[in-house]
């Protein structure tokens, strides 16, 4: 059983799903519509009130998913979160809350786990079609095959500010409905060529918003009844008439859902006619759903993540044999180390496949650029908290260690530094490790043993481990080696 909360820019909402068959069925839902979005000043900061608004959903959730039993949960924050200049003042308080790690993911995987719950939830092996999702902060544009994921952009323009801009104080006018559809095309029209109806069969739109739209179509007979241009234009001389967003009375849309609408029926109508797109079918899953199936996959050992660590190995040219090599030695290393949890064993591993990312750009300071490169790559899959881990990991794998010495207050990240180091500095040496005569320990002080007679057949690992030790002190740790097994 799998659970997922979104943390979004109009609502708070989870899902419970238990994996039946091909299919994962909800067995339990909430939602709360706190309009994170609307919480942010001037400056770019969450408001006291929509934190303290935010940690009370939370806290309620916790209590929810606590009453079940659950195989794994996950937690993600999109575009609201992303933006908001003191999220790191509230994730804390909010992590406390719902009790779970919080992923601050990024527009592009949003747009990736959301594809994953439509294509999930479509019969049709191999379709070829686009998925839009229309959020409160930003709008997702996904072409896809299959289950496979062909191009994907996030776009920063959703339903809050929209609705604020152009209809404030809630009044509906033609000329604001006009502007508001012309700001939206401007943001779609340069990206729109791969998107065009010759490189899809259907289009699907995902989000709470779409859903909203195709029901106020559907339920007040307007149109002809479906997401077409000719109903959406329908839906909003409606609005126009109305004059107000406090009168419109929409059979099927709750009334603090009937803001949101009209900002996203702009956004909405400019996607329609910038992807020329006939008609928009609507489709329940979503993100939350895609997030449950990417637990899945975790749990059934076809993690997303590996693939993503292959296609940007690929992509720089990476030497996979010395890759390997170091990836083998540190997965040693670090179990002689013996951390106390699991918690980077995985980390590890990709930033030793990718620790020379770097070269592609330069074989000067390679470690620094490899780790601006993971911390800022699309990566399907990785959260930014770990692609931050894998960042600290490269760049520490050489030189001074006080540019992440204050992270070395957690002990397994500074025992995961320690192998990533050492198997780094053994590849370049040409060391083959004997691990049944070699012996690696770090406690109070790291405490290497080895071979007397590595030093006569590899002459430069005593110039290496020299400058590990000076290394090491420099930050306060004590590192002896001892040559005499």
């Known amino acids: 059983m799998f659970a997922a909360v979104d943390l979004g820019s109009n609502s708070f909402r989870l899902h419970i799903g238990r994996h039946e068959g091909d299919v994962i069925r909800v067995v339990k839902s909430a939602r709360d519509p706190i309009r994170l979005a609307a919480g942010l000043d001037q400056q770019g900061n969450l408001s006291p009130a929509a934190i303290q608004s935010a940690i009370a959903c939370l806290a309620r959730f916790k209590q929810i998913l606590d009453s079940y039993p659950l195989d794994a949960v996950r937690v ?6 992303r933006i908001a200049k003191n999220s790191a003042d509230f994730m804390p308080a909010a992590e406390a809350a719902i009790g779970y790690p919080i992923d601050i993911i990024s527009g592009e995987e949003e747009g990736r786990l959301i594809y994953m719950g439509v294509s999930n939830s479509i019969a049709i092996p191999g379709e070829r079609r686009l998925a839009l999702d229309i959020g409160g902060g930003s709008t997702e544009v996904i072409l896809g095959r299959g289950h496979e994921v062909v191009k994907v952009e996030s776009f920063s323009i959703g339903t809050v500010k929209h609705s604020s801009t152009f209809f404030p104080q809630g009044r509906i006018t033609e000329a604001g409905f006009e502007a508001a559809i012309l700001s939206a095309r401007s943001m779609f029209e340069d990206a729109a060529p791969p998107y065009q109806p010759e490189h899809w069969r259907n289009a699907y739109g995902s989000s709470g918003t779409i859903r909203a739209i195709s029901d106020a179509i559907a339920k007040n007979n307007l149109g002809d009844g479906s997401i077409t241009l000719k ?8 609005c126009v008439q109305c004059g107000q967003v406090s009168q419109l009375e929409l059979t099927g849309i709750k009334p603090e859902r009937v803001a949101m609408v009209v900002g996203g029926l702009a ?5 329609l006619q910038e992807f020329n797109i006939t008609v928009l079918q609507p489709i329940e899953a979503g993100l939350r759903m895609g997030v449950m199936w990417d637990l899945y996959l975790r749990a059934t050992k076809r993690d997303r993540r590996e693939q993503a660590v292959h296609n940007v190995a690929t992509m720089f040219y990476v030497d996979v044999t010395r890759a390997s090599r170091v990836a083998d030695m540190v997965r040693s290393l670090y179990a002689q180390l013996k951390p106390a949890t699991d918690t980077y064993i995985r980390h ?15 074989h000067t300071g390679y470690h620094k650029h490899g780790a601006y490169m993971i911390e800022n790559a699309d990566m399907a899959g990785f959260t930014t908290r770990e692609q931050r881990v894998m960042s600290k990991l490269i760049l520490s794998q050489k030189g001074n260690l006080r540019k992440i010495s204050d992270s070395f207050a957690d002990l397994d990240f500074a025992k995961a530094v320690l192998a990533l180091r050492l198997s780094v500095t053994f590849m370049h040496s040409r060391i083959e490790l004997d691990y049944a005569d070699f012996s690696l320990k770090m406690k109070s002080k790291i405490e290497l043993e080895i071979r007397q007679d590595w030093v006569t057949l590899h002459p430069t690992v005593a110039f290496w481990l020299q400058k590990e030790i000076e290394f090491w002190r420099e930050v306060g740790v004590e590192f002896v080696v001892k040559a005499n097994i």
């Open 267 to 271: 956004i909405l109508i400019a996607l």
């Open 76 to 81: 993600v924050a999109t575009n609201t979160i």
């Open 348 to 362: 590890l591993h990709w930033s030793a496949m990718l620790h020379e990312v770097g070269m592609a750009i330069s």
């Open 231 to 238: 109903s959406l234009i329908a839906l909003k001389q409606y």
